[in-house]
Nanobody, 119 residues
Framework: VQLQACGGGLVQTGGSLRLSCAVS????????MFWYRQASGKPRELVAT???????IHPDSVKGRFTASRDSANNTMYLQMNNLKLEDTAVYYC??????????????WGQGTQVTVSS
């Protein structure tokens, strides 16, 4: 199973982008899915958690502006980003996790997609 992230690009402050993370297999195999971002010279930051049932968690830095979702019909996870700010500039990554026996986990990462916000 592979994850393919796309949808990044160059946008002005206040603009919107929607990132997609396509799962090569059945998205239902995964329990939790995530969006991360990493700005140049900074540690990777979690910006969205999407549970299998669709519930989401966003940190305060993006709450009210970013909305993650899962579409089982299309085997895709999305990150809708509105009112983008300069500080949202980063490479965005998706990740999927499946719970196995005990504490074992299957983790899959997608490649990054660059989001650049300009003034």
């Amino acid at each position: 199973v592979q994850l393919q992230a796309c949808g990044g690009g160059l946008v002005q402050t206040g603009g919107s982008l929607r990132l997609s993370c396509a799962v090569s297999g059945n998205i239902l195999r995964f329990n939790d899915m995530f969006w991360y971002r990493q700005a140049s010279g900074k540690p990777r930051e979690l910006v969205a958690t999407v549970a299998a049932g669709g519930s989401t968690i966003h940190p305060d830095s993006v709450k009210g502006r970013f909305t993650a979702s899962r579409d089982s019909a299309n085997n895709t996870m999305y990150l809708q980003m509105n009112n983008l700010k300069l500080e949202d500039t980063a490479v965005y990554y998706c990740r999927a996790q499946r719970h196995l026996k005990g504490r074992q986990r299957e983790d899959v990462w997608g490649q990054g997609t660059q989001v650049t916000v300009s003034s």
